[in-house]
């Protein structure tokens, strides 16, 4: 395959950036996203230009580190799939590929496409833990009855990487999905119920400190969600927030 790939350059947070194009030939379909890109890069270093910078680690969908916007999508054209699980049969012979960083005031660009997402580790941090003392004699999780329903979607909700798409294809770039992923596993558990009422709100607090924006309601987030988190998740942490809120 032949393409012609416009990524988005950008030296450091304090630089402008900009769309710079790159012509390359001999792409096969059954290469990854990111298997193209390394191609691409090792082309400029030989040619003692620099590389295009991009985030990665697993490459099997389970960190959500490799979040680029291409053609206007988060994580691609595909669905279901993070950016280091699409593949280039996605795409034709001779296309143009628009690939940019995830665009949001709360992850600013650090450099090419790599964005600084620690906003999500900051909301984690925030309440997104369970005091339940997990070392020494712990008690047997099996001796807990939870309903198979809640325990069903807890693990849904627990599914969430953190990847950011929710919050790059949001128009406001919200963060309610991740955020109410993150308080839907916990909330559905007996665990979860210590903290329940500090956590929705120091997460939805700290949330809203970051800079994220509201939701829209068009439910775009879900899907371009790849792990497929409900919007339900949303409406349950709404039902949490305004419960604890009525409490403090």
Known sequence: ???????????NAQDKGG??????????????????????NEELINKGEEPVAF??????????????????????PDRGVTTCQL????????????????RAKAFPVIKDLVVDRSSFDRIQH?????SVNTSGNTIDANTIPINKDDADKSFDAAACIGCGACVATCKNSSAMLFVSAKVSQYALLPQGKVEATDRVLNMVHQMDL????????????????????????IARMNREYLAASLKG
């Not at 395959?1 to 030296?11: F, N, S």
């Not at 593949?87 to 995830?102: C, L, Q, S």
Request: proline fraction near 4%; include cysteine.
């Open 1 to 11: 395959m032949k393409l012609t790939l416009k990524i988005w350059r950008q030296k």
């Open 19 to 40: 769309i710079v194009e790159y012509p390359i030939d001999g792409i096969e379909p059954d290469m990854s996203f990111l298997e193209m890109l390394d191609v691409l």
């Open 55 to 76: 985030d990665h680690d697993c490459r099997e969908g389970i960190c959500g580190m490799c979040s680029l916007f291409i053609n206007g999508e988060a994580h691609g």
């Open 87 to 102: 593949h280039m049969r996605m795409f034709k012979d001779g296309d143009t590929i628009f690939i940019e960083p995830f």
């Open 126 to 130: 925030a309440g997104g833990f369970i």
């Open 210 to 233: 970051e800079g994220f924006g509201n939701c829209t309601n068009t439910g775009a987030c879900e899907i371009e969600c790849p792990k497929g988190i409900s919007l339900e998740n």
